[in-house]
C-alpha cells in the first residue's frame, strides 16, 4: 500500500507565496509521473502541473509562469512553489503519482492524496 501526504497549503494573501510538497511512503520501487490538481469549491478538479520522473514539466494555462514544480526522487517528493497567488488560486489541492511495485511491474498504480488547502485572500 502507498500513500501520498500533501503538506504546505494555508492563508495567504493575493500576491504571496506558497510552497506545497507532497511525500509518498510505503510499498513503492518507482515512481513515474507526479501531479498536482486543485478543486476549487462547486469547481471539477483541474490540472496543474505535471512531471515526469526525468523532469519534463507541463503546466496549464493558468499556472505557468507563476507555479514551478520539482521533485526529489531519492525521497519520492514532489513540490509545487507558487507565487504571485490570486484569490482565484483558492483551492485544494492535491496531488497524484503513478507507482511502480516492482522491477516487473509494468503497469504501475495511481494514487492520490487528499489534499492541502490554499486559501488566497483579496
Known amino acids: 500500500q502507498v500513500q501520498l501526504v500533501e503538506s504546505g497549503g494555508g492563508l495567504v494573501q493575493a500576491g504571496g507565496s506558497l510552497r506545497l510538497a507532497c511525500e509518498a511512503s510505503g510499498s513503492i520501487y518507482s515512481i513515474g509521473p507526479m501531479g498536482w490538481y486543485r478543486q476549487a469549491p462547486g469547481k471539477q478538479r483541474e490540472v496543474v502541473a505535471t512531471?515526469?520522473?526525468?523532469?519534463?514539466?507541463n503546466y496549464a494555462d493558468s499556472t505557468e509562469g507563476r507555479f514551478i514544480i520539482s521533485r526529489d526522487n531519492n525521497k519520492n517528493t514532489a513540490y509545487l512553489q507558487t507565487d504571485s497567488l490570486k484569490p482565484e488560486d483558492t483551492a485544494v489541492y492535491s496531488c497524484?503519482?503513478?507507482?511502480?511495485?516492482?522491477?516487473?511491474?509494468?503497469?504501475?498504480?495511481?494514487?492520490w492524496g487528499k489534499g492541502t488547502l490554499v486559501t488566497v485572500s483579496s
Open positions: 497524484h503519482a503513478k507507482v511502480y511495485s516492482s522491477w516487473y511491474d509494468n503497469d504501475g498504480i495511481n494514487y
Open positions: 512531471i515526469t520522473r526525468a523532469g519534463v514539466t
